[in-house]
């Protein structure tokens, strides 16, 4: 069932923090605001990319933001409430009901690390209870709302390609908490191939277009993620709707979602990963039932509707 309509669109101001998930955010029938400046620089490039934005997504310039009514203010980012929204808010845009989105587990100490916003009048949203879990929220009221994804073509899997796909941004910077001596020591044993921003320097075959990485999974025998600690990635979710075997690490969120031998495959011991990606190499059949499995569930717990259901929800909570 679709989420029932608001009853008035709220005006929410926000920042291009992470692509796809925006995109998939901004499925909810409200405007959004982003904030751009004429250079489109990090978190400040609008609508930017290759994704279809919709007709509720604006541009919100930064020399026009104090002239401009919002309902909301969405962030997204440390730097964001910690210095831009001094910047470029007005006292009154500050005093607007807030909510800030966390994408990831703590930095610093894994457990120990109290979140910088600190608001008793704001809701932080993480987007895994693996975050929830492991941050130390503080007087800041939370809700968890899950990822949700809508499928960016029309494909299913088919697995031809005799080798694992990993997709991971910049790989090469982001060393070992992403994966990288992972991928390593796992691609001297199995075909891998490597996508994604700036994985070139990995011998890897650079970015690929949201609209062209479904296929991509799909036409790979299995999907393999590296990452040690992260939040849960939106490509995992991605592979799991065309149907393609996920290969992981059974760390953070990701031990909730892959049931090992069920729908897709997880551990902690690398070699045993290994010999499971060997195991899906040969055994097509076997990949395609856990693939299947992955994707009936990824269906039922990351729908967009659910997604955008729970977002609306918590929007009435803060903005009536």
Request: net charge neutral; proline share 5%; charged share 20%.
């Amino acid at each position: 069932m679709s989420a029932a309509l608001p009853k008035r669109r709220l005006r929410i101001l926000t920042w291009h923090v992470h692509g796809n998930y925006l995109y998939y955010l901004t499925q909810v029938p409200h405007d959004f605001y982003l904030v751009t400046d004429a250079a489109r620089s990090t978190h400040h490039s609008g609508r930017s990319g290759t994704l279809p934005w919709g007709d509720n997504v604006h541009e919100a310039r930064v020399e026009e933001i104090q002239r401009m009514a919002f309902d909301v203010i969405l962030f997204q980012s440390r730097s964001a409430w910690e210095e831009e929204q001094h910047q470029l808010l007005t006292p009154a845009q500050r005093a607007l009901p807030r909510i800030y989105l966390e994408h990831d587990p703590p930095q610093q100490h894994p457990t120990n690390t109290i979140h910088w916003a600190q608001d008793a009048q704001m809701l932080l949203v993480h987007v895994t209870h693996f975050n929830a879990l492991m941050w130390d929220s503080g007087v800041t009221p939370t809700r968890v709302i899950e990822h949700g994804v809508k499928p960016l073509a029309d494909v299913r899997w088919h697995g031809r390609v005799e080798s694992g796909l990993v997709v991971v941004n910049n790989i090469e910077r982001r060393g070992r908490r992403l994966g990288l001596d992972v991928y390593r020591e796992v691609a001297r044993q199995v075909p891998l191939s490597l996508v994604g921003m700036g994985s070139e320097s990995c011998g890897g075959g650079g970015e690929v277009t949201h609209h062209e990485l479904p296929e991509r999974m799909a036409a790979h025998r299995f999907f393999f993620n590296p990452i040690r600690y992260t939040s849960l990635g939106l490509a995992v979710i991605e592979a799991m709707r065309v149907g393609a075997p996920v290969v992981g690490l059974a760390t953070t969120e990701l031990a909730s979602v892959i049931h090992s031998g069920v729908n897709g495959i997880v551990d902690t011991r690398v070699g045993t990963l290994v010999d499971a990606m060997r195991g899906l190499i040969a055994d097509p059949a076997e990949a395609r039932r856990l693939g299947e499995a992955g994707r009936q569930m990824a269906e039922e717990r990351f729908g967009i509707e659910r997604f955008v259901g729970d977002w609306m929800s918590a929007l009435r909570e803060v903005a009536g």
